[in-house]
């Protein structure tokens, strides 16, 4: 394990990577209107990377062919833009991420597109969401990594959804995944401690029918084994001694 402390200089260009990230996944928010197609969000995200002196951490990942992930509506994560138009009733998922000064941030969120399908969708969207501010809200140095996953896994199992175990948060900063791994599933109190200056992204992925997943042929786009509605959320916090800072906070 190798986990990683920053200091205040790194914090400082982290504050401003994350303000960056806000703003650019606040642009992409605004843009999710039926008709608008996904590879303009994706053009929208390398404009603001190019004219903020930012670089990307998510083209050329592993051979990752884009800057930002768009996931819709049974996809899970890491669904590739393509040129394809949302629709009314869309659920979209991007997660998105950046390098400023040398140092990353990654952060993602669920919407619905204009007037949604069903009230089980608007309840898996809120879920999700509050899941990833419940677990925050539990960060301090000291707090155990397994109080993060169960905070997530109570409230989500209590109102009946799912959550896929085969993908993780994880610390970051000097590159996007660092350890420890951040699992959305485990037991309170268990685990190693959070230290004051780690940096870590919590990222709840829940669906509504299944917690089993399916990559699909393209190699990334992770969905739903039973095509069920899929939501992910997630921001970078800093942990300091009494608590936490948002690193990635924006205007949802
Ligand atoms: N942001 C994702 C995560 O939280 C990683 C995306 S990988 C990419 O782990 F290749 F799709 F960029
Ligand atoms: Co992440």
Known sequence: MNITIKNNKQIDDM?????????????LKESIKPGFNCLDLDKIFANFLKENNCDSNFKNYMGYPKYICVSINEQLIHGIPQDREIENGDIISIDA???????????AFTTICGKPKN??????????????????EQIKA??????????VQKIIEEKGFHLPTAYCGHGIGYEMHEDPQ??????????IRLVKGMTICIEPMVQIGTPKTIVEKDQWTVR????????????????TEYGYEILT???D
Do not use: C
């Open 142 to 151: 000291g707090v155990r990594i397994g109080t993060l996953s169960s905070t």
């Open 15 to 27: 504050r401003i990577g994350g303000k960056l990230l806000g703003r650019a996944l606040t642009l």
């Open 97 to 107: 991420g950046l390098i400023y000064n040398d140092m990353h941030l990654d952060a």
């Open 182 to 191: 951040i699992p959305n599933v485990g037991k309170e109190k268990t685990g």
């Open 224 to 239: 739903s084994a039973d095509n069920s509605m899929a939501a992910h959320y997630e921001h970078t916090i800093l942990v």
């Open 249 to 251: 906070a924006w205007e």
């Open 119 to 136: 009230e089980k969708d608007i309840e898996l969207v809120k879920i999700t969401k509050e899941s990833l501010f419940l677990a925050i």
